[in-house]
């Protein structure tokens, strides 16, 4: 490992898996959404370049390596790896893989702190109302990782250099930092854990993948009131397609419907009854 960067997941398995690990989705043309274990990584096609959003669980590199030649070749580097956020599962192969890849990351100003080794998050809470899933987030790690000089912020205004044709769209509530990313000229839209396609608290549901547009996962996410305007300025953008960070792509009547309900009933269907992090 690179005496520049830290992982705190180098000897940490987590045993979650489901259905769909391992298989990937061919989403839109240059769009590809690649399942490790219970989180999706995409590979993202513009021009020439190739781009990666976010970067799996623990002990993942070698399988998100493999995966992404499928695409760009055999030892081909994408041109960045962009994050959504830091959580564990979401970084879990970022050490190996820029250290593979030698490419910068990017990420939001207000998640730098948990990238650089200067703030952990908050703990996961296992009393969040939920399934089984949620009691066993005690075992899901919360520490930062640092990059270092490696990780930068993305550029004000929504910019993302080198993609004109997308944007970054603040997200906050599942953490401070969260952001989405979004192509107006064909309104497809990558969440992230703004909100899933899963409920993600549910061991049965995400092994299944049975399919359900479900707030941000409960253990995680501190900040609710900020979750729900998240959602709802995700619904106010009309996407036609979403990736999300769990469960599987969705698009048209079904994620229409299934995001409008989502920001006009968020509290029923989102925001857990009981839980550490409810104010």
């Known amino acids: ?149 490696r990780i930068k912020p993305f550029e004000p205004d929504g910019m993302i250099s080198g993609l004109s044709d997308w944007k970054w769209v603040h997200t906050p509530g599942h953490t401070p930092g969260h952001v989405s990313f979004f192509r107006e000229s064909d309104r497809t839209l990558i969440a992230g854990d703004a909100f899933v396609t899963v409920r993600q608290d549910s061991l049965y549901k995400v092994f299944t993948q049975k399919q359900e547009i479900s707030g941000p996962p409960r253990y995680f996410t501190t900040d609710w009131q900020a979750a729900w305007e998240s959602v709802k300025t995700l619904e106010s953008l009309k996407p036609s397609t979403a990736i999300t960070g769990h469960g599987v792509p969705v698009s048209g009547e079904e994620l229409r419907e299934g995001l409008a309900l989502l920001s006009r009933d968020f509290e029923k269907l989102a925001i857990p009854g009981h839980g550490k992090y409810l104010h």
């Open 1 to 149: 490992m690179d005496d520049n960067m830290e992982s705190p997941f180098e000897h940490k398995f987590i045993p979650v898996t489901s259905v769909m690990s391992g298989l990937e989705m061919d989403v839109l043309p240059g769009i590809y959404c690649y399942t490790n274990q219970v989180v999706n990584v995409v590979f993202m096609r513009s021009g020439d370049d190739w781009y990666v959003i976010d970067a799996g669980m623990p002990h993942s590199a070698d399988a998100i390596k493999k995966a992404f030649e499928a695409h760009g070749g055999i030892d081909a580097a994408p041109k960045a790896i962009l994050l959504t956020h830091g959580h564990f599962d979401h970084v879990g192969g970022i050490v190996e893989l820029v250290e593979q890849w030698q490419v910068p990351v990017y990420a939001h100003e207000l998640e730098i702190p948990f990238l650089t080794g200067q703030k952990d998050y908050p703990e996961p809470d296992p009393s969040a109302e939920g399934g089984m899933v949620a009691k066993l987030s005690k075992m899901f790690p919360n520490e930062s990782i640092n990059l270092k000089d």
